[in-house]
Each structure stands twice: as C-alpha cells, then as structure tokens.
C-alpha cells in the first residue's frame, strides 16, 4: 500500500522526469561507447601501413563520433601532405557542421585555401574571420587575417591586424615576427 501512495505522489510529471533522466543516462552511455568505438578506430588508423584502409578507418571514426576531432586532424594531415587541399576543406567543414566553435577547424580550411597555387585568399578570408571571432586573442587567427588582407590589396586593415598580431608577440614571437616582416613589406612599418 505504502508502495502505491508513493508513485501516486509522483504523478505523471514525475514519471515523466524519471523516464527523461533515464532517456538521458541511456543516450549518454551510447555517446561514451560510440567516442570510444571511435577512438580505437583512429588509434587503429594511426598504426595501419595500408593508408588508403587508414584513410577509411578514420571516415568511419568521424562518422561514428562526428564531435571527436582527432579523426579529421589526421585526415586533413593526409590529405594536406598530398596537397588534396579541397579534400582538407571538406574533412574541416565536415567538423564545423558538429563544433560550430572549433578554432582549429576554421583556420584549417582558411591554411587549405592558401595552400592552393594560386591561393584562394577571397575563400580563405570568411573562415579566418570567424576563427577570430571565435578567438580574438589568437596571434594565428590575427596575423593570417592580416596576411589575406594584404594579398587582397587592403593595406589598412591589413595593417590593422598585423599590428595585433604585433602586440600580441609576447605570447608568440614568431607571429609577431612574422607580422612585423608583413608589415615592412606592405611599407606600414
């Protein structure tokens, strides 16, 4: 009897939180068991000679943790020595589509525009925007900015960045080195 007074107590909302909370705890133990399926595929991946079966591994890894970013890292280390940079943009727009905010990813696809012969600074331009506007702080972000700029010809937000990308050298010289060698070179210096 004590037993029914109870679950009349809980009613129907509390049923409701309990199936919920069971639903979440069920759905949260199948994402820790597809991140680590998808794990063992990359470290798979990682030892494998055969690059074309890697390659495949890694593809399923991403598909079965899209969030797990290892997966596209050593995709687009791939296809990036192979110089597929229109393979190293869909691996990192791939990763966006599930991590809005991954820093890395956008200045991955700006580096794989600028990597193509000629560069595509036009294309490179809107994904370091955004890397910067996800972090406004990073030197990378704030000098590539600068760098496009310049090969577009817009000498003074180029040289609005690359003064940034100058200030903040103390976390890294070699940024603001190169910022100030950008500089000189556009005669903003």
């Given amino acids: 009897m004590r037993a029914r007074t109870k679950l009349a107590l809980v009613g129907p909302v509390g049923l409701l939180v309990?199936?919920?909370a069971t639903g979440v705890a069920a759905t949260a133990r199948a994402d820790e068991a597809n991140a680590a399926k998808a794990r063992s595929l990359v470290e798979a991946a990682i030892n494998m000679?055969?690059?074309q079966q890697a390659v495949k591994l890694l593809w399923q890894a991403s598909d079965i943790d899209p969030t797990?970013?290892?997966?596209?890292v050593y995709l687009g280390l791939y296809y990036n020595s192979r110089s597929q940079f229109d393979q190293v943009v869909s691996v990192y727009k791939k990763l966006i589509k599930y991590e809005?905010?991954?820093?890395?990813?956008?200045?991955n696809i700006g580096e794989a525009y600028m990597s193509f012969t000629p560069p595509k600074a036009a294309d490179a331009l809107p994904y370091y925007q955004k890397a910067y506007q996800i972090d406004s702080t990073s030197a990378f972000a704030t000098l590539r900015l600068g760098e496009v700029y310049a090969q577009m010809g817009n000498r003074e937000q180029a040289a609005h960045y690359l003064n940034?990308?100058?200030t903040n050298g103390a976390k890294n010289p070699a940024v603001a080195a190169e910022a100030r060698k950008v500089l000189g070179d556009i005669g903003a210096m």
């Fill in 18 to 20: 309990a199936l919920l």
């Fill in 49 to 51: 000679t055969d690059s």
């Fill in 68 to 72: 797990l970013e290892d997966p596209y």
């Fill in 100 to 107: 809005p905010n991954s820093l890395s990813a956008y200045l």
């Fill in 164 to 166: 940034l990308a100058m």
